[in-house]
């Protein structure tokens, strides 16, 4: 039975095809795995088409930039722009396309035309989900994309949503249950070295920590090389799993064990949650264009991918071990960290979504962190509640924000913010009235 977000999507598609015959397209796409792995199925979908198009790939939006944009071009946003549109309604743009997820809290305009499951029962299901399901609309060849299309929303953990939609019976993938740590490809001790997602106490990057967990989950290096995931027997499973639940034991890790999506790339069967965090990498260290390669299989890109993937791997944990002695303002189900320029701006939201998903903090608990964008004189803000339950974040975000001017986005219980360098003390102070909080430290 076709629901309604499906017929939009295909209302939409049909809508694009006729206006974009001899009009040039410009896409914007976010500069998440998400809004690249979206980026990579339309500009291939476009290019068999015999579109006209260029593409940018942006951090955010504000209302300089949506003002700037060409009016004699079809604007195709992508995995972003749901919470712009009164910035879309003033710069007089006339043909918008959105293929978006986040929530809506503004009023649509007239000349827009977007895609987006918060207007159709609030289905689950990323922007590059979206952006595949309209693709095969445009053209029934493109069913060879549905690979990037579950790289996105692996990415934006909806992998219990994959199944709600027809993308995984398009694609060539293969599913195996099994511990959700990644790569499961790789040897156990790097991958247990690099774990953020999830991320275990005293054994993320900590290498006595991780040989003591092998340890005693009676693993040991056969000719000095540990197993992978997928070479693991039940037994061993089942002990490397007890370990792991043992050091993390928040309710919410119940959900340790789950689908492992593996897919191939460049002729190579690869678990997608490393193939997501790979192009993650590549976009939060200012190589969108690498990452738009690596999506699109071009062989130039598979080394440079590695080479900035094993760094960013490195100032991952290097954040996260900022995080553990970081002076804090906590207070009854919420934490905020102020990392200033001790933390990339990039890469802050990745490290507030590994503490939310880690024990260290109660279900319901708010993460607020926040990093200095140097170059922009910006301060970013992402917003997290640990196991996804509590409070609106995106809501709380938004009240502060209108007030003291900057840009809001994002989800109920994952959202992101931007202001002024200079507005910094007058944020926390709102922050703090909010969240009735005190300063302590840890």
């Not at 955010?60 to 972003?80: C, V």
């Amino acid at each position: 039975m076709i629901n309604n977000l499906e017929l939009k999507i295909k209302e939409v598609a049909s809508i694009f095809l006729e206006k974009t015959k001899d009009k040039e397209i410009q896409i914007i796409s976010h500069f998440d795995t998400d809004g690249i792995t979206s980026a990579a199925i339309i500009i291939q979908a476009l290019k068999g088409l015999d579109r006209r198009f260029n593409l940018k790939i942006v951090k955010n939006l504000d209302q300089n930039f949506i003002k700037n944009l060409q009016k004699n071009k079809i604007i195709l946003f992508l995995d972003l722009a749901s919470g712009s549109l009164d910035y879309i309604r003033e710069s007089d743009l006339k043909e918008v396309f959105i293929i978006d997820h986040h929530e809506i809290a503004q009023k649509i305009p007239e000349d827009v035309n977007i895609i987006n499951p918060q207007l159709h029962e609030k289905q689950k299901i990323s922007s590059s989900g979206l952006t595949y399901l309209f693709s095969k609309e445009l053209h029934p060849k493109n069913k060879k994309f549905a690979k990037l299309g579950i790289i996105g929303m692996v990415g934006d953990r909806l992998e219990r949503e994959i199944e709600k939609f027809d993308i995984l019976e398009d694609s060539e993938i293969k599913r195996k249950k099994g511990l959700l740590i990644y790569p499961a490809t790789r040897p156990l001790n790097r991958v247990l070295e690099f774990s953020s997602n999830p991320y275990i106490p005293g054994v993320t990057g900590d290498t006595i920590g991780v040989i003591e967990l092998l340890r005693e989950a009676n693993l040991n290096p056969i000719k000095g090389k540990y197993k992978s995931l997928l070479e693991l027997n039940e037994k061993e499973m089942e002990a490397i799993t007890t370990s792991i639940m043992l050091r993390n034991p928040q309710p919410a890790n119940k959900k340790i064990i789950g689908d492992i999506f593996l897919v191939k790339l460049y002729n190579q069967l690869e678990d997608t949650r490393e193939i997501s965090a790979k192009i993650n990498a590549c976009s939060r260290s200012g190589q969108s264009e690498i990452a738009m390669q690596f999506c699109m299989e071009i062989p130039s890109a598979k080394k440079e991918v590695e080479t900035i993937y094993s760094k960013y791997k490195q100032e991952l944990i290097s954040g996260l071990n900022f995080i553990k002695k970081a002076e804090k303002i906590q207070g009854e189900n919420f934490v905020v960290i102020n990392a200033k320029n001790k933390i990339k701006d990039t890469m802050i939201g990745t490290i507030a979504s590994i503490i939310s998903s880690s024990s260290i903090y109660k279900e319901e608990t708010i993460i607020v962190a926040l990093a200095l964008d140097e170059t922009e004189k910006k301060i970013k803000i992402s917003a997290r509640n640990v196991g996804n339950k509590g409070r609106n974040v995106r809501e709380i975000l938004s009240r502060i924000i209108t007030l003291i001017g900057g840009e809001v986005g994002g989800h109920e219980f994952a959202a992101g913010g931007i202001i002024d360098r200079e507005k910094e003390q007058e944020f926390l102070d709102c922050l703090k009235r909010n969240l009735e909080i005190e300063v302590i430290k840890i």
